[in-house]
Protein backbone atom coordinates (compact mmCIF):
# COMPACT_ATOMS: atom_id res chain seq x y z
CA UNK A 1 0.00 0.00 0.00
CA UNK A 2 2.70 2.18 0.43
CA UNK A 3 3.71 2.18 -3.07
CA UNK A 4 2.80 6.12 -3.66
CA UNK A 5 4.39 6.63 -7.14
CA UNK A 6 5.27 10.27 -7.25
CA UNK A 7 4.95 12.50 -10.53
CA UNK A 8 7.78 13.23 -11.97
CA UNK A 9 6.74 17.17 -12.28
CA UNK A 10 6.73 17.45 -8.40
CA UNK A 11 10.18 18.35 -7.09
CA UNK A 12 9.44 19.30 -3.33
CA UNK A 13 6.25 19.38 -1.26
CA UNK A 14 5.18 22.66 -2.03
CA UNK A 15 5.24 22.63 -5.68
CA UNK A 16 1.61 23.02 -7.27
CA UNK A 17 1.31 20.40 -9.50
CA UNK A 18 -0.37 21.31 -13.10
CA UNK A 19 -3.60 19.47 -13.46
CA UNK A 20 -3.11 18.69 -16.75
CA UNK A 21 0.77 17.90 -16.83
CA UNK A 22 -0.91 15.17 -14.27
CA UNK A 23 -3.20 13.78 -16.48
CA UNK A 24 -1.19 14.05 -19.75
CA UNK A 25 0.96 12.22 -17.43
CA UNK A 26 -1.10 9.17 -16.61
CA UNK A 27 -2.55 9.59 -20.50
CA UNK A 28 0.59 8.89 -22.11
CA UNK A 29 1.43 6.13 -19.86
CA UNK A 30 -1.90 4.19 -20.39
CA UNK A 31 -1.49 4.95 -24.06
CA UNK A 32 1.91 2.97 -24.33
CA UNK A 33 0.66 0.34 -22.39
CA UNK A 34 3.27 1.56 -19.79
CA UNK A 35 2.76 -0.06 -15.62
CA UNK A 36 -0.20 -2.56 -16.76
CA UNK A 37 -2.35 0.24 -18.93
CA UNK A 38 -4.66 0.18 -15.68
CA UNK A 39 -6.18 3.14 -16.82
CA UNK A 40 -6.86 4.85 -19.65
CA UNK A 41 -9.20 8.27 -20.96
CA UNK A 42 -12.97 6.95 -21.21
CA UNK A 43 -13.02 9.42 -24.68
CA UNK A 44 -9.48 10.10 -26.44
CA UNK A 45 -11.70 13.46 -27.79
CA UNK A 46 -12.10 14.45 -23.79
CA UNK A 47 -10.05 17.58 -24.04
CA UNK A 48 -10.84 18.39 -20.26
CA UNK A 49 -8.80 14.87 -19.20
CA UNK A 50 -11.78 14.37 -16.62
CA UNK A 51 -13.33 10.90 -17.25
CA UNK A 52 -10.97 7.86 -16.93
CA UNK A 53 -11.76 4.02 -17.10
CA UNK A 54 -10.23 1.26 -14.73
CA UNK A 55 -9.46 -2.21 -14.63
CA UNK A 56 -8.49 -3.78 -11.25
CA UNK A 57 -6.99 -7.39 -11.39
CA UNK A 58 -8.73 -9.31 -8.33
CA UNK A 59 -5.45 -10.65 -6.05
CA UNK A 60 -5.19 -14.16 -6.30
CA UNK A 61 -6.08 -16.61 -3.12
CA UNK A 62 -9.08 -13.89 -2.24
CA UNK A 63 -12.54 -14.07 -3.07
CA UNK A 64 -11.67 -11.49 -5.80
CA UNK A 65 -9.36 -13.82 -7.69
CA UNK A 66 -9.89 -14.51 -11.27
CA UNK A 67 -12.29 -11.22 -11.65
CA UNK A 68 -11.31 -7.95 -13.66
CA UNK A 69 -13.05 -5.16 -11.85
CA UNK A 70 -14.13 -2.40 -13.85
CA UNK A 71 -13.92 1.63 -12.18
CA UNK A 72 -15.04 5.01 -13.86
CA UNK A 73 -12.81 7.79 -12.55
CA UNK A 74 -13.58 11.26 -12.50
CA UNK A 75 -11.05 14.27 -12.11
CA UNK A 76 -12.75 16.80 -10.97
CA UNK A 77 -11.45 20.66 -11.88
CA UNK A 78 -9.41 21.21 -8.77
CA UNK A 79 -7.32 17.64 -9.50
CA UNK A 80 -4.60 16.81 -7.87
CA UNK A 81 -5.30 18.70 -5.23
CA UNK A 82 -8.83 17.11 -4.13
CA UNK A 83 -9.24 13.41 -4.89
CA UNK A 84 -10.66 11.71 -8.08
CA UNK A 85 -14.19 10.35 -7.47
CA UNK A 86 -14.27 6.66 -7.89
CA UNK A 87 -16.87 4.64 -8.58
CA UNK A 88 -17.02 0.50 -9.38
CA UNK A 89 -19.00 -0.34 -12.65
CA UNK A 90 -18.40 -4.29 -11.64
CA UNK A 91 -20.45 -5.08 -8.80
CA UNK A 92 -18.07 -5.61 -5.18
CA UNK A 93 -18.52 -6.38 -1.52
CA UNK A 94 -15.81 -4.59 0.29
CA UNK A 95 -15.68 -1.88 2.88
CA UNK A 96 -15.67 1.47 2.05
CA UNK A 97 -17.97 0.66 -1.43
CA UNK A 98 -21.29 1.45 -1.99
CA UNK A 99 -23.05 -2.13 -2.27
CA UNK A 100 -25.35 -0.54 -4.81
CA UNK A 101 -24.20 2.46 -6.27
CA UNK A 102 -20.33 1.31 -6.64
CA UNK A 103 -19.26 4.47 -5.23
CA UNK A 104 -16.24 4.62 -3.46
CA UNK A 105 -16.41 6.65 0.10
CA UNK A 106 -12.99 8.70 -0.48
CA UNK A 107 -13.19 8.66 3.80
CA UNK A 108 -12.54 5.33 3.86
CA UNK A 109 -9.90 4.94 1.26
CA UNK A 110 -6.60 6.23 2.93
CA UNK A 111 -5.07 7.88 -0.42
CA UNK A 112 -8.49 9.62 -1.41
CA UNK A 113 -8.84 10.28 2.55
CA UNK A 114 -4.78 12.13 2.76
CA UNK A 115 -4.84 12.95 -0.97
CA UNK A 116 -1.69 14.58 -2.04
CA UNK A 117 -0.76 16.07 -5.16
CA UNK A 118 1.64 13.29 -6.43
CA UNK A 119 -0.42 10.69 -5.90
CA UNK A 120 -1.73 9.40 -9.46
CA UNK A 121 -4.88 7.56 -11.03
CA UNK A 122 -2.73 4.21 -10.76
CA UNK A 123 -1.82 5.10 -6.93
CA UNK A 124 -5.53 5.08 -5.98
CA UNK A 125 -6.39 1.64 -8.29
CA UNK A 126 -3.36 0.25 -6.67
CA UNK A 127 -4.92 1.22 -3.27
CA UNK A 128 -7.85 -0.67 -3.84
CA UNK A 129 -6.27 -3.67 -5.01
CA UNK A 130 -4.05 -3.68 -1.37
CA UNK A 131 -7.49 -3.18 0.22
CA UNK A 132 -8.85 -6.36 -1.19
CA UNK A 133 -5.97 -8.12 0.47
CA UNK A 134 -7.04 -6.67 3.49
CA UNK A 135 -8.29 -9.14 6.17
CA UNK A 136 -11.60 -7.08 6.35
CA UNK A 137 -11.94 -7.87 3.07
CA UNK A 138 -10.58 -10.86 1.52
CA UNK A 139 -12.77 -13.39 2.51
CA UNK A 140 -15.97 -11.01 2.12
CA UNK A 141 -18.30 -13.44 0.02
CA UNK A 142 -18.73 -11.53 -3.75
CA UNK A 143 -21.61 -10.89 -6.08
CA UNK A 144 -22.34 -13.14 -9.10
Known amino acids: ?42 DDEDTTLT ?11 TNYEN ?3 SLKVECGPKYPETPTSVRFLTKINMNGINNSSGM ?9 AKQQNSYSIKVVLRELRCLMLSKENMKLPQPP
Open 1 to 42: MEDHRVHPFVESPGVKVPRNSCLLEEFEEGQKGVDDGMVSLE
Open 67 to 69: RLY
Open 104 to 112: VDARSIPVL
Open 51 to 61: RWTGIIIGPQM
